[in-house]
């Protein structure tokens, strides 16, 4: 199997659909517990619940923009597959190919997807919205199946060592996630009362700070199995060579660095980072998670000299 400069396009943007998916689709179910319950059990537990005006708007935000990320993500990956017929033909008849789960995980996540923004769309009943909910979480694994999916599907191109490593699908995971959970920090800052998202925001920050953690540290596992089983001169490009400056200032600075220091500096000073710092770090995570693919398709796919 071979990839054109295309499939990183693909990668981050289908990987932070599926991230964005995960969080909110989660967010949205433990909303719906708390309504449930905490209506049931008084005025206190309902305490902290984002404000529907605000809640519907960041939904349709969220939604909307993940499944338009997702239809140009799928589009660059059948631009790159070269007949624009066959993921067609991967979803009408399935086989046990990791591209033809893959195809299938893909179209049942841009349902789900198409279902999360209805529901904030428009009003539905009673039924159709408890439908909706049970289709959103059911939606919820097969987003990590996305996440994951787009480092298998560099894994499984057995011939470029770079990509030979467990730890990638594993990386590209907590970076997908990572991204979805500034997409949805993004929808947040454009709600109207700022007020109403304080307490799923702050929450959003310290999940992100942990994804973040985790990530830096299976990017050093990853790359220590690659000094192990890779070619130095691959390696080098990475590290020092030709993308070394997009893996340092793109990658590490931009995805790692700074939304580990701004989030260790909120939660340590329990203050709120302002919705101009919050949206200037997500933009940077988002740039970094492009970075982090384009960096580990491009030294793959370089010609031998």
Known sequence: MTFSELIAVYLFLGGTAAGAYA??????TCEAVRARYGNAGGGR???????????????????????????????????????????????????????????????????CLVAGFCDAAFTLGE??????????AAGVPVAFAVMT????????????KLWQTPWLPVLFMLSALSCGCVVVLLGMCL??????VTRWESRLVRFDFLVVLLETAVAA?????????ADASTLHEVLAGEHASMFWLGFVSCSL??????????????????????????ACVLAGGLCLRIVMVAAGVQPVV
């Open 221 to 229: 596992l990853l790359f220590a199995d690659l000094a192990r089983v």
């Open 23 to 28: 969080v909110l689709a989660s967010l949205d």
């Open 191 to 196: 709600c109207e009362d700022r007020r109403a």
């Open 45 to 111: 537990r309902t305490e902290g619940r984002l404000c529907e005006s605000s809640y519907r708007r960041m939904q349709r935000i969220v939604y909307g923009a993940s499944l338009a990320m997702m239809a140009v993500g799928v589009l660059c990956l059948i631009a790159d597959l070269g007949r624009p017929d066959a993921f067609y033909y991967l979803m009408i008849y399935p086989t046990g190919s990791l591209v033809s789960i893959g195809a299938l995980a893909l179209s049942l996540l841009i349902g």
């Open 257 to 282: 660095l700074l939304p580990l220091s701004a989030e260790a500096f909120s939660m340590a000073g329990r203050r709120r980072l302002r919705p101009s710092s919050l949206a200037l770090v997500s």
């Open 149 to 160: 999916y787009t480092g298998m599907l560099l894994e499984s191109a057995v011939a470029v």
């Open 127 to 136: 039924r159709a919205g408890s439908a909706l909910l049970a289709a959103k």
